[in-house]
């Protein structure tokens, strides 16, 4: 679980640098989409790297399911009657909303496939820009999809959160007091800085920022 996750926190570091890159303007944005498509070339075919990549990351999404649901029906095995006396005091949101946030996310990331890499769902036009597909997906008119973003970078600030904090505890970061600090400052930055990078791009296009 723990290892999965720091694969998909490296995945969405670099894929929310690549977000930003909107506003460099429509040439920058499109040259980058472009460059993913031939790097490593001639050593890669294209569309290579991308494919090494999609591979990896679904190897990890059946990975991380797996753990996941192992984890889970363990612990309702292992307690098979809730606790009368103590709640779960210590219990974030975020930690309380794990389960059906994963789901949520996984289900966002079939959208968003859809949308912007198979070209299925194509509100406002299928445009062969990057760039152009980008805006005029989340213009005023078309405020749903900028909402549906909206919501899953919601879910993923709190999914990241909580998976971070678990992970160093997993990993045997968290062994003393300042240990936790740490790994909870630690949590709680990836969770608004990836999140919140994610988020000014549909925000930017819907108030006019980007255009």
Same mark, same amino acid.
């Given at each position: !679980? &723990?290892?999965?996750?720091?694969?998909?926190?490296?995945?969405?570091?670099?894929?929310?640098?690549?977000?930003?890159?909107?506003?460099?303007?429509?040439?920058?944005?499109?040259?980058?989409?472009?460059?993913?498509?031939? /790097?490593?070339?001639? !050593?890669?075919?294209?569309?290579?790297?991308?494919?090494?990549?999609?591979?990896?990351?679904?190897?990890?999404?059946?990975?991380?399911?797996?753990?996941?649901?192992?984890?889970? &029906?363990?612990?309702?095995?292992?307690?098979?009657?809730?606790?009368?006396?103590?709640?779960?005091? &210590?219990?974030?949101?975020?930690?309380?909303? =794990?389960?059906?946030?994963?789901?949520?996310?996984?289900?966002?990331?079939?959208?968003?496939?859809?949308?912007?890499?198979?070209?299925?769902?194509?509100?406002?036009?299928?445009?062969? #820009?990057?760039?152009?597909?980008?805006?005029?997906? /989340?213009? @005023?008119?078309?405020?749903?999809? $900028?909402?549906?973003?909206?919501?899953? =970078? &919601?879910?993923? $600030? =709190?999914?990241?959160?909580?998976?971070?904090? #678990?992970?160093?505890?997993?990993?045997?970061?968290?062994?003393?007091?300042?240990?936790?600090?740490?790994?909870?400052?630690?949590?709680?930055?990836?969770?608004?800085?990836? $999140?919140?990078?994610?988020?000014?791009? @549909?925000?930017?296009?819907?108030?006019?920022?980007?255009?």
């Amino acid at each position: !679980m &723990a290892v999965t996750g720091l694969i998909f926190i490296g995945y969405v570091l670099a894929h929310m640098y690549g977000n930003l890159k909107v506003f460099a303007g429509q040439e920058a944005f499109d040259t980058y989409a472009h460059h993913l498509r031939t /790097f490593g070339e001639p !050593m890669l075919p294209y569309e290579g790297l991308l494919w090494i990549m999609r591979v990896v990351l679904l190897l990890s999404v059946i990975g991380h399911a797996y753990a996941a649901f192992t984890l889970w &029906a363990r612990a309702s095995k292992a307690r098979s009657q809730k606790y009368v006396v103590k709640k779960a005091v &210590a219990a974030t949101l975020s930690s309380k909303m =794990m389960r059906w946030g994963g789901v949520a996310l996984l289900l966002f990331v079939v959208f968003h496939l859809l949308h912007l890499t198979t070209r299925t769902i194509t509100p406002g036009g299928d445009q062969e #820009s990057p760039y152009e597909r980008m805006i005029v997906s /989340f213009q @005023p008119e078309r405020w749903y999809i $900028a909402v549906i973003y909206l919501l899953a =970078m &919601a879910a993923l $600030a =709190m999914h990241l959160r909580h998976g971070v904090w #678990s992970a160093c505890q997993t990993l045997g970061f968290t062994n003393s007091a300042r240990a936790r600090v740490r790994a909870n400052t630690a949590a709680i930055f990836l969770a608004v800085v990836i $999140a919140g990078g994610f988020a000014l791009v @549909p925000l930017s296009i819907l108030f006019g920022i980007v255009e």
